[in-house]
């Protein structure tokens, strides 16, 4: 099959780079955009099962005009003192100033006298949206809000600031598109110093960046089809990190492509028939990659957390057309240029000494002291990944400058932190709410640890309905926060009126929901990728010690990679937590990318075994010539993935080191040293029960007829067209 890719376009490459062109234009001008798909609000991402969900549905129902997205518009002195009588007289009027601007998407802003904190340092004016966040009319009027509030407070001492789910849903979406355009300008550099660098060329250097851009632009677009067509939405971190994985993804099958065809220069091949030789060699590489990925992501249509599964479709998308281009455009590309892709300094030689000829010959003759050496020291980091704790603070996560979260310190400097986002608590029943019960679920409420105040129950129109607003002692978004709703207010609620259904929902119920689902999903999608990654690897390699070596080593790599994250975030760095959802994505990257060097390296291992070779030579065959392959793509990919640390959110700097951190250690480490060695160790039981020496002759070559040099047929026992 690769060989007929490989022929057809070599044969028609200005007919594969139109098709591309003509199919990448169709998808930018009639597919939607992917921002209309997307959302930062995690009750976007719960299946309506959930008590959070329930909960809101009863709000829209029994309780319309308090049930939209909220907001607290933080009203306070510049220079941090007490307001005075008159600055207090101003804050008030401000909420009546913007009721009566009848902003669009404004339902209502309320100040009383109970808005300001006890020690009149801040007034919490409570701003109500018509619509959840992320709808459109609350996203257009955050910023309306507080452009009037910074209007109508000219010429006074006072400052105002706007937070709340809604506002920080805005700043959210702010935040990952700035990011986004940080990481694609890094990215674009790294990718340009490190190419030229490694094979000293122009050419070689811009001409990812102009493909892969191409590939992302076709990728978004058809991303934000599949959401349409399937009524999906996805994650704000999607955006940011397709830009990493498609260029780093992209350049690793470029740079191998490149390595192969460069070798085949040296060896005095023509270029047409190196490409398509290098395309049908590398391309089944590639593809086993490709796949392997493609199968780990889909791992997550198993998670019912929506911001997990919807994540999905993106990635399996990019992966699959970044392999689609690695088999068409980009040798067809290649077979235009020609020799004069690497000008200006031509494909050079083999060098006569390599470190890693030094290392092929030390890991073949000392393999147990390298697989030793190796294991012990992922152990001693995976020995850290124990101290993992999570946050799903993602307000704490932004920016210190963010606009919601300056607002937030400066509420919780004065007013329990809780204050931003009371937890609500709905009691539904036939006929009328009884008075005695709804006394006795505030007083009880009132009693549990962590609860700083309760708010005076309300009824519905109908009187069947009533919400208790339940402000706690810590942030809405904290772990203590999350403890308390889970365990004694929804215990409470339940136990203090029997008789009727109670529902507790709220951001912190919603993230109670989200904690419980994450690991439920944790459980399910872990392994199922796990088993996936390794039916793929074990019909690639055609064993089944190989692929169990294989897998044991990337998983020891994921545990080392997550310690390290431990020692650099939580004991280096100083944070309370890393990410929910870094562990699992974590995971999910590094066994599938990681595992793309282990893939070319174990090719190269089982070809040359195959071919007469003993295990050592093997080995110091496959590490002499394609270790470099691997040390260079995988550190582009690294840098690529680092550039996530730029951001300034916290969990993307969490995921981006991480992934760096664990394709590091299966590009240096694991598929160099590890791999080769436990080859070496178990000898014919590795490739069992292919272990048998290819038959003289048997050798798969592109035949005369698919020899495409412009000269003629090449000589077809040219020991290079054998070559993995």
């Known amino acids: 099959m690769f060989a007929f890719i490989a022929r057809v376009v070599v044969a028609h490459p200005w007919r594969v780079i139109a098709g591309w062109v003509l199919v990448a234009l169709a998808i930018v001008i009639f597919s939607p955009s992917l921002d209309d798909h997307t959302s930062g609000n995690e009750q976007d991402f719960l299946p309506s099962s959930f008590e959070s969900i329930k909960a809101q549905d009863l709000g829209n129902e029994y309780f319309p005009e308090t049930a939209g997205a909220t907001g607290s518009l933080v009203v306070s002195r510049s220079d941090g003192t007490p307001m005075s009588p008159q600055d207090q007289q101003t804050a008030l009027s401000l909420a009546t100033t913007l009721q009566n601007e009848k902003i669009p998407g404004v339902t209502d802003v309320v100040g009383s006298p109970e808005s300001f904190s006890p020690n009149g340092k801040v007034a919490a004016l409570q701003v109500v949206f018509a619509g959840q966040p992320g709808e459109d009319v609350v996203d257009d009027a955050v910023p309306l809000v507080r452009t009037s509030a910074d209007k109508a407070l000219q010429g006074t001492d006072l400052e105002a600031g706007l937070t709340g789910n809604a506002a920080i849903e805005v700043d959210t979406v702010t935040a990952y598109g700035d990011a986004t355009k940080v990481i694609t300008i890094a990215t674009i550099v790294l990718i340009l110093l490190t190419l030229g660098l490694v094979f000293r060329s122009p050419i070689i250097a811009v001409l990812p960046i102009v493909v892969i851009g191409l590939v992302f632009t076709a990728v978004q677009g058809v991303t934000a089809m599949a959401a349409s067509i399937f009524d999906f939405e996805v994650s704000t971190s999607l955006s940011a990190i397709l830009v990493v994985v498609l260029f780093g993804v992209g350049t690793d099958y470029i740079v191998f492509l490149l390595f192969r065809y460069r070798e085949e220069l040296r060896q005095g091949d023509n270029p047409p028939h190196a490409i398509a030789l290098s395309t049908r060699v590398v391309g089944r590489v590639i593809a086993s990659s490709a796949l392997t990925v493609i199968g780990a992501f889909a791992a997550l249509f198993l998670a019912k957390l929506g911001s997990l599964s919807s994540m999905a479709p993106g990635l399996i998308i990019a992966v699959a057309l970044m392999l689609i281009t690695a088999l068409t455009l980009i040798p067809a590309v290649f077979t235009i240029i020609g020799s004069h892709l690497f000008w200006p300094l031509g494909p050079g030689r083999e060098p006569k000494r390599s470190p890693y000829g030094a290392l092929g010959r030390f890991v073949g003759r000392r393999p147990a002291i390298v697989v030793a050496a190796v294991v012990g020291g992922l152990i001693v980091l995976a020995v850290f990944s124990s101290g993992y704790k999570a946050t799903y603070d993602t307000l704490a996560e932004m920016p210190a400058d963010t606009p919601s979260q300056e607002a937030f310190d400066t509420l919780a400097d004065s007013l329990p932190p809780g204050a931003l986002s009371p937890t609500q608590v709905y009691v539904k029943t036939p006929g009328p709410v009884p008075q005695d019960e709804l006394a006795t679920l505030a007083t009880n409420l009132s009693k549990v640890p962590g609860v700083s105040a309760v708010e005076p129950p309300k009824l519905s129109a109908d009187g069947t309905a009533a919400l208790v607003n339940v402000i706690l002692t810590e942030g809405p978004y904290t772990t203590g926060a999350i403890d308390t709703v889970e365990g004694p207010v929804r215990d409470t609620a339940r136990s203090s009126v029997p008789d009727a259904e109670v529902e507790v929902g709220g951001q912190t119920s919603t993230l109670v929901d989200v904690r419980a689902q994450l690991t439920a999903d944790t459980k399910l999608v872990m392994p199922v990728a796990f088993v996936i990654v390794g039916v793929i690897l074990g019909l690639l390699l055609l064993s089944v010690l190989a692929p169990l070596n294989l897998l044991l080593g990337v ?81 582009i990919l690294a840098l690529t993935f680092a550039s996530l640390v730029l951001t300034g959110l916290d969990n993307l700097r969490e995921l981006g080191a991480g992934v760096a951190i664990g394709v590091l250690l299966a590009s240096l480490v694991m598929a160099p040293m590890l791999v080769p060695g436990l080859s070496v160790l178990q000898r014919g039981a590795f490739w069992w029960p292919a272990n048998k020496t290819k038959p003289t002759g048997s050798d798969e070559t592109l035949g005369p007829d698919e020899n495409l040099g412009p000269d003629g047929p090449t000589n077809p026992d040219d020991s290079s067209l054998v070559k993995s």
């Open 555 to 635: 998983g020891l790599t994921f545990a080392a990679t997550l310690g390290a994250v431990v020692i650099v975030f939580l004991h280096g760095a100083g944070l309370v937590g890393i990410d929910f959802s870094t562990p699992i994505v974590l995971y999910l990257f590094v066994i599938a990318i990681g595992t793309d060097y282990n893939i070319l390296l174990a090719e190269r291992l089982r070809e040359e075994f195959q071919n007469g070779h003993s295990p050592q030579k093997a080995a110091e065959i496959a590490i002499a010539n394609d270790g470099p392959t691997v040390a260079a793509s995988g550190t």
